[in-house]
C-alpha cells in the first residue's frame, strides 16, 4: 500500500507540442519533472531540460537564499540537495529549476517562485536561448539569469565569454520572455500533482 501511494505521489510532467515550436535558437527545450521522488525529505523534485561545481553552488545557494522567507522559520536550516544525472546543456538553469521545484514540493515559503533560463550568443551575435551542450561549446558568451515570477526581477546572472552591453540586454529581455514559459510549467505541474491527490 505504501509502494502504492508513494508511485501515485509521483507525477511526470512533460509541455507538449502546444507550445511554441524550437525555433532558429528562440525557443525552450522540452521540459520534464518529476516530484517526491525521495521518502524521507520533505520535498524532491527532479528537472530537466533537455561553470565550476563551488561556484554553480554558491550561485544557486544566493538565489535561494534571495527568496526563501526564512525570517518565518528561524534557527531552521534548509538543505537543498541538487544531483545531476546527464547535462544536455543550459545546467546551471535546470540546477536553478529543480532547487525551486525542490523547494515548492518542501512546502517552504517563498516570496516568489524563480528560474533559470540561459542564452547563448554566436560567433555572428545571434541569440540562442536554453542551448545545449553543444551550442555553449560553440558560444562567443553564454549567459544565465534567475528571475523572480512575480515581476520577473534579475535575482542572479552568471555570465562567459565576450559580449557587448546592448546584447547583456537582448540575452536579459529574451530570458525574462522565456520565463514565462517556465513558470507556466511550474504551474501545469504542480496543478497535475495536486489534482490526482
Do not use: W
Not at 531540460?49 to 535561494?64: D, F, P, Y
Not at 550568443?121 to 541569440?127: C, E, I, R
Amino acid at each position: 500500500m505504501e509502494e502504492e501511494m508513494h508511485t501515485d505521489a509521483k507525477i511526470r510532467a512533460e509541455i507538449g507540442t502546444g507550445c511554441s515550436p524550437r525555433g532558429p535558437g528562440c525557443s525552450l527545450r522540452h521540459f520534464a519533472c518529476e516530484q517526491n521522488l525521495l521518502s524521507r525529505p520533505d520535498g524532491s523534485a527532479s528537472f530537466l531540460q533537455g561553470v565550476a561545481e563551488k561556484s554553480r553552488e554558491r550561485l544557486i545557494r544566493n538565489t535561494c537564499e534571495a527568496v526563501v522567507l526564512g525570517t518565518l522559520h528561524p534557527r531552521t536550516s534548509i538543505t537543498v540537495v541538487l544531483q545531476v544525472v546527464s547535462n544536455a546543456g543550459s545546467l546551471l538553469a535546470c540546477c536553478l529549476n529543480a532547487a525551486c521545484m525542490a523547494l515548492v514540493d518542501a512546502g517552504v515559503p517563498m516570496r516568489a517562485l524563480f528560474c533559470g533560463v540561459t542564452c547563448a550568443l554566436d560567433s555572428d551575435g545571434t541569440l540562442v536561448l536554453d542551448p545545449t551542450s553543444k551550442q555553449e561549446k560553440e558560444a562567443r558568451a553564454v549567459l544565465t539569469f534567475a528571475l523572480d515570477s512575480v515581476e520577473r526581477k534579475l535575482l542572479m546572472s552568471s555570465t562567459k565569454g565576450l559580449y557587448s552591453d546592448s546584447e547583456l540586454q537582448q540575452c536579459l529581455a529574451a530570458a525574462q520572455a522565456a520565463s514565462q514559459h517556465v513558470f507556466r510549467f511550474y504551474r501545469e505541474s504542480l496543478q497535475r500533482r495536486y489534482s490526482k491527490s
